[in-house]
């Protein structure tokens, strides 16, 4: 799911192949090494002090949100509760992330992660009464942000669109369908891929095909002005429910 090779009609008898985008992931392998090193931290902290600090300060509690610290809105998305969690969730951002970081660039899909994030814990914050944590907030809305682009490129796709799109709503099925269970975050979860369709929906490429024969390249026609209001109505529309959520 990382790269779609893209051969897009040009007439009804042609069709060419374009390379796509491929700059090295930075951010990806840089998000990934933050958090297996923060979880390196909870293991040392919980073997050397017998508490995960790390969790302690970063964990998603809803009576510490009421309380100010609203950084835990956020910072779930850095500490895990198990190995197996860990390892689901950055093989799920390698798997997902490499390639859209190369289709979104380094700082739109960052902004995307963190959105993500946020979201996700900002419905888990409402819906939800206990403790959580893990990256699958930010995840889901990579998900999210993998089906906008898609749909939005649809036609560079030609017959790959349906099989890719279809793969998209099997991963998302399934993993809310196993989400039903009582220890994950489900809300998180549908709270992140949320995020990362609105936010994609003004701020995803939208690509053309530009050049002559034998010379093509692809071009991403979105404007800045479409990402910032994407990350605008993001913030918005989850910070106005967190400020609901700490009020009422």
Known sequence: MNDYPSAPPVSEEQSVRVSLPRSAPYVTYAIIAITVIIYVLQLASEVL?????????????????????????????LVH????????NMYALFSFGIGLERHFGHGRFLLLYGLGAFAGNVMSFL???????????????LIGAEGVFLLQNRKLF????RSAIGNIIFIVAINLFFGLQPQIDNWGHIGGLLGGLIFSSFAGPLWEIEGVQHSYEIV???EFSG????????????????????VR
């Open 49 to 77: 002090l017998q508490v995960d600090l790390p969790g302690a300060f970063l964990a998603k509690d809803n009576d510490l949100i009421r309380a100010g610290q609203l950084w835990r809105l956020l910072t779930p998305a």
């Open 158 to 161: 030609a017959g790959q669109f």
């Open 227 to 246: 990402v910032l209001t994407g990350a605008v109505t993001v913030v918005f529309i989850f910070g106005a429910l967190a400020f609901w959520g700490i």
């Open 127 to 141: 819906l939800t009464n206990g403790n959580s944590v893990g990256a699958s907030t930010a995840i889901f809305g």
């Open 81 to 88: 509760g198990s190995i197996p969690h860990i390892a689901f």
């Open 220 to 222: 991403d026609r979105r």
